[in-house]
């Protein structure tokens, strides 16, 4: 990739401890970000100064919420944020990178490659059109749509026990109670808001998490359903 003009984005020191032996590829993205990300319009150039602690950190601490080897698709990318950061610093995650423009589909394959990230696939398209094709343990998202929005988009792609982690900002918690009965009327869940990345990132990063607790009617997905990963298949299961 071009990365254009030389912009150096020096990683602050706590970020040594949060991304460990992923800081030297972590660099290289967020040299990639400030330069081709910048010139492409994908990331304001305002926010070049704080790609560190607003983007880079304040999505890594996710990771948290995460389980050991799960399946995750990363609705609206964008850039790669959440999504390519999670899959740097968590290599046992697959990861789909949910995307419906063109250059910014362009712009993540090319990240993939340079980042050489073999834990990470691009999907061009909607979220709404993937449901009966995609499913996840894991999905997140951030500054793609209000909640109800979202979680209209999430909870079809998920089983019984998944989450869509919503990064949000400070109204999160506002936000989720005006939309709690939308969601459960979308399908049977349970939501918080938590905040992770204490003592890592400042502020904490903001998440609103809704868990998915019913199997739910997915038969129109069941035939041509596969993993967001490449094949987790459940057999036998009645819907
Ligand atoms: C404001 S950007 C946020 C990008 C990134 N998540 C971030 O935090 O920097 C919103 C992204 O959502 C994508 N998007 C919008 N509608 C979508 C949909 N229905 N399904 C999937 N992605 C969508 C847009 O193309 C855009 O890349």
Redesign the pocket.
Known sequence: MASGADRSVAPPEQAQALFGAALPRMERYAEVLAAAGVERG??GPREVPRLWER?LMN?AVVEELIPEGATVV??????????VVLALVRPDLSVTL????LR?TVFLRECIDLLELDNVEVRR?????VRSQVRADIVT?????PLTRLAG?ALPLLGKGGSLLA?KGEQAEAELEEARGDLSAQRPCVADVIRVGRGKVEPATTVVRVTVTSEGDHSHASRSRRSAGGGRRKRGRKR
């Open positions: 994908l990331i983007h999505c990363d609705i609206g990318s964008g850039a790669g944020l959440p999504g949910l995307e419906p423009l910014r398209a909607r979220a709404e059109e998202a951030r500054a793609v749509a988009w990064l």
